[in-house]
């Protein structure tokens, strides 16, 4: 799993870098927070998750992980989607795929942290 956490995390500082550039060519300073949750929570979490888990192949390997892996990549694009729509001042049609997209991120992390606690050992 630590490859497919890696990957994931490269194509996030791919957008992330893009959208950057884009907003700043542009002007377009409203996509803020859409630029650092994809460098954040896509780019650096993701990264850091892959190495975690390259390091102790025990936690990858787990049912966990790759349950993890799906909740974050479904919900990282939700949420992403959501403070675009924001940007908008369509709050209404953005709140359910905050709700929804930032729950499942919460649930991956709690899953990681379920994983790290009952399988690694000191």
Known sequence: ?????????????????????????????????VHAHINLVGWASLAIIGLIYKAYPELGDAKLARIQFWLHNVGLPMLIVSMVIFTTDSHEVGIPFAVLGGLLIIVSVILMTVNVFKRLRS
């Open 1 to 33: 799993m630590s490859v497919r956490f890696i990957k994931a995390a490269v194509i996030y500082f791919l957008i992330g870098t893009i959208l950057g550039l884009v907003m700043g060519s542009t002007q377009a300073f409203e996509y803020t927070s």
